[in-house]
């Protein structure tokens, strides 16, 4: 089956919105929520169904300094932490935006219906989690994310001036001048071709966890949003920082990989290696001695409501863990499937397991037939998160592109070289509200571009290459050697060696990937060729990765080079910026953020004597 570029252009679907909005997950539909309350047309685009996007994902809870459970909690320790994990490489300026604003967005996704537990005297509970010095993180027993998708959407879908589009799919942006028109996308039910021309666009697609063997990312996060702006020439930045949970299920085969929520350590779960030796106090890292208990005894006192005791190492931040299982598991230490035990069955009862964890004991139960209410879970790192994405203004989520925004996980910023848990629930909220209130503004004193015929048909043609008779290589054969050469190259550990050998094979493979092939005579649910578009999208994020990480010759957060494994101050506020070069390929220069001002850093001060 081929295709006729000036035929498919007479079938072409046109629409028009102020703003679109690509992706349903917490950002995009909190961004649908702030352009459609400020009275502009908004679309929603969708690849998966609404309610189904990966937020639902993000179990143990999202964090704000409400001071509900610890009053000496306040916005300047919420900075001061997420700073500190961040190992001082974040967009300062996001993160002050974020740690103040983070409470009333919570308060606020209360007030739209979210059923968050509660404390004793009715307030919202929050729980425990790694890296954050007090209990912070507002929860939905481990169900949060889940709890945050259905109060949007139910929100969201009340604005009359709001449409949302299911199972379609983004393949171009149109951009002309440094200026944003419209996308091109199509129908994975119809196979509908669809150009959308609009004043604004935000893209809100998530990560790109597909890329890796091993991963807690559900089908959706194939960097298409990356990918879709870094064609047009969006800047992105930080792209080397990957995220390796250091929980996640180790088997069975069949489900490694998927997500084992840090709120069973926030609840008390501790970390064994096969000699049933609880091994994080030997990996508290010199910058953080004086947060956390260095004795089991210590740890104890923690456990047991002692405010004054140092917090146990298993909640140390996750790049920290993640980086202890493996050396545990190199030293011959590890679980039997290459992993460690949390044990959350001697910490708790039964009761309260089933009450704060109905989820992972569902999940083990099943997928695994493991009773985690006697038994210890078997669990070891899975890529989970991009700090890394495109690049925005910290204040209005806008790109180097005008018109064109970004929000949530495929913006980068905030979170700097590691990501806290929790923050990235808040995150969606915090800056889908900014991205969609910029984007309203600037919708509003924009006029729709033209987008030309040619345009069109070179869309059309990338969109529908697949079907190309000649083409001849399997998307699914391609897809596993991608993730076999991302495991053993860019993974946790990395070496100049082995990134200059991935970028090499990577640089093939986007060749190769000009010859995809989709199998069958039909557009409708044709998942080859759906499989064929993501993995273009996946080898592109799979490039700028590995070129990133190349020039980043230090370890620090969740970059390790075991060619360079300090951490190099000077490179502290150094960002890699990747972009399109000439030759097609990625391009970098280097940009740095401006000097955090002295009240800033006084904030820091007052919350280390927190």
Not at 116 to 126: L, N, P, S, Y
Not at 240 to 245: D, G, L, R, S
Not at 342 to 354: G, Q, Y
Not at 585 to 610: D, G, I
């Amino acid at each position: 089956m081929g295709y006729n570029v000036d035929e498919e252009l007479k079938k072409v679907q046109k629409k028009e919105y102020d703003v679109l909005i690509i992706g349903a997950g917490g950002a995009g539909l909190r961004a649908a929520i702030a352009a459609a309350e400020a009275g502009v047309n908004v679309g929603i685009v969708t690849k998966s169904l609404l309610g189904k996007a990966h937020t639902v994902m993000a179990e143990g809870g999202a964090a704000a300094a409400l001071g509900n459970v610890d009053s000496r909690d306040n916005w300047k320790v919420h900075f001061r932490d997420t700073m500190k994990g961040g190992k001082y490489h974040n967009n300062w300026k996001m993160v002050e935006i974020f740690a103040k604003q983070a409470p009333d967005r919570i308060r606020e996704l209360e007030l739209y219906g979210a059923v968050f537990d509660r404390t004793e005297e009715g307030k919202i509970k929050q729980r425990n989690f790694g890296g954050h010095k007090f209990p912070r993180l507002a929860h939905v027993g481990d169900r949060t994310g889940l709890e945050m998708i259905r109060t949007l959407q139910d929100k969201a879908i009340h604005y009359p001036t709001l449409h949302v589009e299911m199972e379609t799919t983004i393949t171009k942006l149109f951009v002309e001048n440094g200026e944003v028109k419209g996308a091109f996308g199509y129908n994975r039910q119809t196979g509908n071709l669809i150009v959308y021309s609009a004043k604004s666009v935000i893209i809100a697609t998530g990560g790109f966890g597909k890329v890796f063997r091993v991963t807690s990312n559900s089908w959706e996060l194939t960097g298409d949003g990356e990918s879709l702006a870094y064609r047009e020439g969006v800047e992105l930045t930080d792209m080397e920082f990957i995220q390796f949970h250091p929980t996640g299920m180790v088997y069975p085969n069949s489900v490694k990989g998927t997500l084992v929520t840090e709120g069973v350590r926030g609840e008390g779960g501790i970390l064994k290696n096969i000699n049933g030796e609880r091994f994080m106090f030997r990996y508290i890292p010199e910058m953080f001695k004086d947060d956390y208990a260095e004795t089991e005894e210590e740890a104890e006192r923690w456990f047991k409501g002692d405010p004054n005791a140092r917090r146990p190492p298993e909640l140390l931040t996750r790049d920290v863990v993640a980086k202890a299982i493996r050396a545990e598991v190199k030293a011959g230490r590890g679980s039997p499937h290459g992993g460690a035990f949390l044990d959350i069955a001697s910490r708790r009862t039964p009761e309260e397991i089933k009450r704060v964890l109905p989820s992972m004991y569902h999940q083990f139960l099943k997928l695994a037939k493991l009773d985690i209410t006697k038994e210890p879970m078997e669990v070891g790192p899975t890529a989970h998160y991009a700090m890394g994405g495109i690049r925005v203004d910290g204040e209005t989520q806008e790109t180097n592109i005008k018109g064109i925004f970004a929000a949530g996980e495929v913006s980068a910023g905030l979170h700097g070289a590691n990501r806290l848990g929790g923050n990235s629930l808040t995150d969606l909220i915090v800056f889908g509200k900014i991205a969609g209130d910029y984007a309203a503004k600037r919708a509003k004193d924009a006029s729709l571009k033209s987008i030309s015929d040619e345009e069109i048909k070179e869309a059309i043609d990338f969109t529908l290459k697949p079907f190309d008779d000649s083409n001849n290589e399997d998307p699914y054969q391609l897809h596993a050697e991608l993730k076999e050469l991302m495991e053993e190259y860019v993974g946790i550990v990395r070496t100049e060696e082995g990134l200059k050998t991935a970028i090499e094979k990577l640089k093939d493979m986007l060749k190769r990937a000009d010859k995809l092939k989709a199998v069958g005579d039909t557009r409708k649910y044709n998942s080859s060729w759906h499989q064929a578009l993501d993995i273009k999208n996946m080898i592109t994020v799979a490039l700028i990765i590995a070129t990133a990480a190349l020039q980043r010759k230090e370890s620090r957060g969740a970059h390790t080079r075991e060619d360079f494994p300090e951490t190099d101050e000077s490179l502290t506020n150094v960002l890699y910026v990747i972009s399109k070069g000439d030759d097609g390929f990625p391009k970098v220069s280097e940009a740095t953020y401006p000097p955090m001002p002295e009240e800033l850093k006084q904030a820091m001060k007052e919350a280390e004597e927190a």
